[in-house]
């Protein structure tokens, strides 16, 4: 996808885009401990979102509620909720035909109240 907005020349998404990837990697790679506060973890989803949503540019909009303030800190296993949502743009909208999608047709709202 990098390459693809170099090739077009799509200089205004690169930033945001390589600042994502970098804090993607960044939960992946340095941390190391199994579990982590929801805190972090939806964190880390949103980020994981936001570079799925660029993927699929006017396909999807993902919106998020705020984790409440007793949930914070509640300690979860590393990476529980990111195979969701991984499953969710694989199966849900990858294999749509560009017809069908549109902004509208599919969205995901994750309450987390």
């Known amino acids: ?17 390589t ?23 939806v964190d880390f989803v949103r980020v994981y979102t936001e570079i799925q949503a660029m993927r699929f540019a006017n396909r999807v909009t993902v919106s998020f509620g705020e984790l409440p303030e007793e949930a914070a800190d509640v300690v979860v296993p590393r990476l529980i909720l990111q195979p969701i949502v991984e499953n969710a743009f694989q199966y849900g909208i990858e294999n749509w035909s560009s017809d069908v999608c549109s902004s509208d047709l599919w969205k995901t709202r994750f309450n987390t109240g």
């Open 1 to 17: 996808m990098l390459s693809t907005m170099v090739q077009m020349e799509d200089y205004d998404n690169i930033k945001p885009f």
């Open 19 to 41: 600042d994502m990837l970098g804090k993607y990697f960044e939960f992946i790679a340095r941390n190391t401990c199994d579990d982590v506060p929801l805190s972090k973890e």
